[in-house]
């Protein structure tokens, strides 16, 4: 898959994991300089190279010892020069070359420090604290893979070791390598079934892949080993939101707030919503306060606030808070971000893309901002902007799957069917598994006119994810537009409406199917309840209007076919055929 960033801060969670487990890095076990010659002796001339060489160990052990008394002190880039002496005149000590690597990782010099720490590994490849020092620092220089491959050699040499199962389960976390991850811990449970960060990145894990009963269980656990373990309790609280138990959600998140009530705006506001949700105004309101008492207008802080109001509706009130903070901290691009995101829900397009183009290539929020700035455009119909824009962010960050997805869609607008597709082709090359972007492949080729290869590609989907509610609507729909296969479109659209329940556009797929079997008493029920939850889409108004034409219920038809009319579908004259048939019916009626 793209490449999952499990934990927000997941570098520095691995830095803090290797300080915790390998303190540090002061001697490597197994390697020994050669001890120099004791006290003066007479040299035979055939023996005289053998001495020299006894010699050269000597000097070497000379200026490792002041290495160490420079670092020491904190003065490595002497420590660097001493070691570098030590190293000429003993090219075949792997305890120099990794002594010299963790000096020059002291300086940050990592790169250098790798070639230093290889060749220790190459001279002693059965050294476990020397292959560990290695995986550190190819981690350190953002190669993931070589630090697996090192960490997992250490592990072959030392398969109980605890220490560097956790390094290596973190680094694949952080890789997004969630099945190795979860190998991994669980034979960390099994070694040591206490340890409650194994239980922790367990429950974390299961939580993102989706395992939500595997991932409730693991959490619980780390809360029973450690019942103030605060990313537990978040994450448990997070698990329960969305598996829609807002009560038990909000218990936890308040135990939360109990036990760290400083610096917990996130969790605060995550309360606000979950109290609205519930009704319970009261409270969300004293959350809010309690939001307004901890920070000051300007501050970060408040960002949580503009938030909140963003997502009652309270928009004017959100881009107060917002345009706040960013008038005193330019370089808060979250916040910067949502204060587009308000301007665009006001309806000022021109005030978000002037904010959104505020936001640097250095911030997380570029690649967002880009593609929402392409999406703005979009919708003003600026498709070569829009266009350059994305292949501008591939260039940087081609990784991002979701670029070409927006990229494919504004083609789309375009109707550029081929290049489209194209476009998709170069995200699959990435993740050739990636279910949206083969489900968009097979919308393209519905569009194209190729209705056979869309449902290969949606079936495709169903073999990679058998619960994409979305292929399983569009096959079920595919056969229902045709009349055909209607029973197996009726199970495929009901169990999408079981992953999907409020969407109004599966619900519209279900009444169409009833439609075609002319049970037209239950298409209508069906085809209201989707008008309820979609009041804006052209075809669900339009489905309407057609069952009831069929229950010659001709006013209301009418009433549908008018508002299909003025939400602009895509085949505007039929649907004024419609309405001028249904017209005449209502003149003959009277």
Excluded at 536 to 549: A, C
Aim: proline fraction near 3%.
């Amino acid at each position: 898959m793209k490449k999952t960033m499990l934990f927000k801060h997941s570098k520095l969670l691995y830095r803090v994991i290797v300080l915790l487990f390998l303190g540090l890095f002061a001697g490597c076990s197994g390697l020994e300089l050669s001890k120099p010659p004791k006290g003066d002796v007479a040299v035979p001339a055939e023996k005289k190279h053998a001495y020299e060489g006894k010699d050269n160990v000597q000097k070497a052990y000379s200026d490792f010892l002041r290495a160490s008394l420079e670092a020491a002190k904190g003065d490595y880039e002497k420590a660097e020069t001493n070691l570098l002496e030590a190293i000429k005149n003993d090219p075949e000590s792997p305890y120099l070359y990794l002594k010299m690597a963790i000096v020059l990782k002291n300086l940050k010099k990592y790169k250098d420090a790798l070639v230093y720490a290889d060749k220790g590994v190459t001279l002693a490849p059965k050294n476990v604290k020397a292959r560990i020092l290695l995986a550190d620092l190819y981690s350190f220089t953002g190669d993931d893979d070589h630090a697996i491959e090192q960490y997992q050699k250490a592990l072959d040499l030392d398969p109980k070791n605890r220490r560097i199962r956790l390094l290596l389960t973190t680094i694949l976390i952080r890789k997004g390598s969630s099945p190795a991850a979860l190998e991994n811990l669980e034979i960390l449970i099994r070694q040591n079934p206490e340890l409650i960060i194994a239980h922790y990145y367990r429950g974390r894990i299961n939580l993102e892949m989706g395992h939500y009963p595997e991932a409730e269980e693991a959490l619980l656990k780390a809360l029973e080993l450690n019942n103030t373990l605060e990313p537990a309790l978040f994450d448990l609280g997070t698990l329960y939101q969305v598996t829609d138990k807002p009560e038990k959600a909000v218990e936890t998140y308040e135990r939360l707030v109990e036990i760290y009530p400083d610096n917990n705006i996130a969790t605060k506001e995550r309360l606000v919503n979950l109290y609205l949700k519930l009704g319970q105004k009261e409270k969300a309101e004293r959350q809010m306060e309690e939001i307004k008492r901890d920070s000051k207008p300007g501050e970060p802080g408040r960002r949580a606030l503009g938030l909140i109001y963003l997502r009652q509706g309270r928009v004017d009130e959100s881009i107060n808070e917002l345009d706040l903070i960013v008038s005193a901290w330019p370089e808060d691009h979250k916040s910067r971000y949502y204060l587009a995101t308000a301007y665009e829900e006001k309806g000022d397009t021109e005030k978000a893309l002037s904010h959104l183009r505020l936001i640097t290539h250095q911030s997380t929020y570029y690649i967002n901002s880009q593609m929402h700035i392409a999406h703005l455009l979009g919708i003003q119909k600026k498709y070569g902007e829009a266009i350059e824009i994305l292949e501008k962010a591939i260039l940087l960050e081609k990784e991002r799957i979701e670029l070409y997805h927006v990229l494919s869609s504004i083609y789309e607008a375009k109707e550029e069917y081929e290049k489209a597709m194209e476009v998709i082709k170069e995200g699959l090359k990435l993740d050739e598994k990636n279910t949206e972007l083969i489900f968009r492949m097979g919308v393209l080729l519905d569009k194209s006119g190729d209705r056979a290869a869309c449902l290969e590609q949606m079936r495709r989907v169903l073999e990679i994810n058998p619960d994409h509610a979305d292929s399983l609507n569009y096959i079920g729909y595919s056969y229902a537009e045709e009349g055909i296969r209607l029973d197996e479109a009726m199970d495929l659209i009901q169990k999408a409406l079981k992953l999907k329940p409020g969407s109004g556009y599966i619900m519209d797929s279900l009444g169409w199917v009833y439609y075609q079997k002319g049970l037209y008493d239950q298409a209508a029920r069906h085809l209201e309840k989707a008008a309820t939850l979609t009041d804006d889409d052209p075809t669900i108004n339009e489905h309407l209007g057609d069952v009831y034409l069929k229950l010659k219920r001709h006013k209301a038809a009418l009433k549908h076919y008018e508002k299909s009319l003025a939400l602009k579908p895509a085949d505007e004259k039929k649907i004024k055929e419609k309405i001028t048939e249904v017209r005449r019916l209502l003149k003959h009626e009277n």
